[in-house]
T-cell receptor
Framework: KQEVTQIPAALSVPEGENLVLNCSFT??????LQWFRQDPGKGLTSLLL?????REQTSGRLNASLDKSSGRSTLYIAASQPGDSATYLC???????????FGKGITLSVRP | GAGVSQSPSNKVTEKGKDVELRCDPI?????LYWYRQSLGQGLEFLIY????????KSGLPSDRFSAERTGGSVSTLTIQRTQQEDSAVYLC???????????????FGPGTRLTVL
């Protein structure tokens, strides 16, 4: 059974800091790994998707890497801003039914 | 274009009552998913519809939960005889499944917050 872990559960940083959010998964037989953002009371927004054959993806100030063999991914946020405050969820796609298995998320607070 | 919509946004019900939650996926998306997000538990897969295939119900927690998808579009999640532990945010997602499983992403609705008193 696939399990996804995100540690720590919460993080508070000052504005401008570069930061790394970690994600680990137990079964390396994945199709892709995705990072989502969730704002309070809102649904999930897809940030980056890394296919199983890829090592990283970049979008603006965000960079996500994938090491499938070790079951790890990181989301790098450059020059953090208060608007980046949200919960960041990591999810892996496994199985024929396209089932996403999620971590519990990391709640990020960027202080002005 | 329009995203995934869900209704109601909030639902408060009494223990033992039945509830229906609705999801309108993005037009043209063949796949539809229901997830449940409980406090401290993370997102939990419930059920998956793909086209005309039989749904994958492997995530439904009990036989009080059921879902249907009519005409390959709108979906309804029904919870019978609600219990307090059913309180959660129920999220719906859809995906086009047009680019293959490696690149497919899911688009989420805002969710329905269910509170069972």
């Amino acid at each position: 059974k696939q399990e996804v872990t995100q540690i720590p559960a919460a993080l508070s940083v000052p504005e401008g800091e570069n930061l790394v959010l970690n994600c680990s998964f137990t079964d390396s037989a994945i199709y892709n790994l995705q990072w989502f953002r969730q704002d309070p009371g809102k649904g999930l927004t897809s940030l980056l998707l890394i296919q199983s054959s890829q090592r990283e993806q970049t979008s603006g100030r965000l960079n996500a890497s994938l090491d499938k063999s070790s079951g790890r991914s990181t989301l790098y946020i450059a020059a953090s801003q208060p608007g980046d405050s949200a919960t960041y969820l990591c999810a892996v796609l496994t199985g024929a039914n396209s089932k996403l298995t999620f971590g519990k998320g990391i709640t990020l607070s960027v202080r002005p | 274009g329009a995203g995934v919509s869900q209704s109601p946004s909030n639902k408060v019900t009494e223990k033992g009552k039945d509830v229906e939650l609705r999801c309108d996926p993005i037009s043209g998306h063949t796949a539809l998913y229901w997830y449940r997000q409980s406090l401290g538990q993370g997102l939990e897969f419930l059920i998956y519809f793909q086209g005309n295939s039989a749904p994958d119900k492997s995530g439904l927690p009990s036989d009080r939960f059921s879902a249907e998808r009519t005409g390959g579009s709108v979906s309804t999640l029904t919870i019978q005889r609600t219990q307090q532990e059913d309180s959660a945010v129920y999220l719906c997602a859809s995906s086009p499944q047009s680019g293959g499983v490696y690149t497919d992403t899911q688009y989420f609705g805002p969710g329905t917050r269910l509170t069972v008193l």
